[in-house]
Nanobody
Framework: VQLQASGGGLVQPGGSLRLSCAASGSISIINTMGWYRQAPGKQRELVAVINSGGRANYADSVKGRFTISRDNAKNPVYLQMYSLKPEDTAVYHC?????????WGQGTLVTVSS
């Protein structure tokens, strides 16, 4: 299984970005995909995940600002981020859980700065 994330970049506070994650390989139709992030000097934390049934969970810090979505039970998964704040700056890692195992992508850098 490989996970490829895209869509990161530099954005001003209050701006928006859309991240995409595509998984390749043999993927179960029963899975959870989403995003974690890691800021410099901090531990990796959940941003948002969505299961193959479409149920989503969000970190409290992004509720109302970020929306996770997916086309179907396979691929891809999107993270639409609005009203970005400097504290959202981090490397965002795509995530997949299936068959009881966790997989991580390399990540894409999101920088929120004026």
């Amino acid at each position: 299984v490989q996970l490829q994330a895209s869509g990161g970049g530099l954005v001003q506070p209050g701006g928006s970005l859309r991240l995409s994650c595509a998984a390749s390989g043999s993927i179960s139709i029963i899975n959870t995909m989403g995003w974690y992030r890691q800021a410099p000097g901090k531990q990796r934390e959940l941003v948002a995940v969505i299961n193959s049934g479409g149920r989503a969970n969000y970190a409290d810090s992004v509720k109302g600002r970020f929306t996770i979505s997916r086309d179907n039970a396979k691929n891809p998964v999107y993270l639409q981020m609005y009203s970005l704040k400097p504290e959202d700056t981090a490397v965002y890692h795509c995530y997949l859980r299936h068959y009881g195992a966790d997989y991580w992508g390399q990540g894409t850098l999101v920088t929120v700065s004026s």
